[in-house]
């Protein structure tokens, strides 16, 4: 498996883990309009976190490249960090 593979794969689990956590922290608030939205917001978080798992496992065993592979770490890792901020932000 090609190294790119791995970073894609393990942020995206990364991104599973942080969309189950901002549900937990969005649950306790979601009676309120906004914590309602808010948590609907994770769930598609954690949705995309799921496809997106399942297909860069599926293009990793089926062979494809760095052509393929490069782009799709790097938005992967750009959209973990986003996540992140949004983890961090809920927190407070």
Known sequence: MNPLWAIA???AIAQLVLAILLAANYG????????????VLAALFLVQGVIAT????RLASE???MEL????????VASLAGL???YIISRT
């Open 28 to 39: 306790r608030i979601s009676h309120t309009p906004v914590g309602k939205a808010m948590v």
């Open 9 to 11: 794969l393990v942020a």
């Open 69 to 76: 592979a490069a782009p799709l770490a790097a938005i992967t």
């Open 54 to 57: 399942a297909t860069y496992y």
């Open 63 to 65: 062979g494809y490249g």
């Open 84 to 86: 992140s901020i949004l």
